[in-house]
């Protein structure tokens, strides 16, 4: 479990689409459910860099339940925006090239310029967003 969050936390991290407030709200939620867990397990470890993830893979096996699912709902959730962006990212190639290739990634930049060229859109393009993007 704690593999896949690093492998889906490495993914949006480089893939940069998310909104920063869904990644601070789970992170928050992640700190929260888990700050009794890394108050008695990484009182030592600096934060920063992954080590609080890689201290919590550390002790597993002695994570709270409360925890443990806050990491498999966080891990969850990467993994379906992980498959959505990327589900985009394939069906938008060209339209992100031609017509959002100057915007910069991150903070949901190329999903407003995808949005703002409504019009000139591909079917595929189109569909992908439908499915993907939440009103």
Known sequence: MIRKLKLALGILAVA???PAVAQDSLLEYVMT???AD????CSQ???GQGRLLHCAAAHEDKLS???SYALYQAASLL????VAIAYVAQSCETEIKTLCGDVKA???RILSCLEGNGESLGDACKKALADTVSE
């Not at 890394?38 to 397990?41: E, S």
């Not at 993994?79 to 992980?82: F, K, T, V, W």
């Open 16 to 18: 940069a689409a998310a």
């Open 33 to 35: 459910s888990c700050d």
């Open 38 to 41: 890394l108050k008695q397990f």
């Open 45 to 47: 470890v600096t934060p």
């Open 65 to 67: 339940g409360q925890c």
């Open 79 to 82: 993994e379906q925006l992980s």
């Open 106 to 108: 991150g903070e949901g």
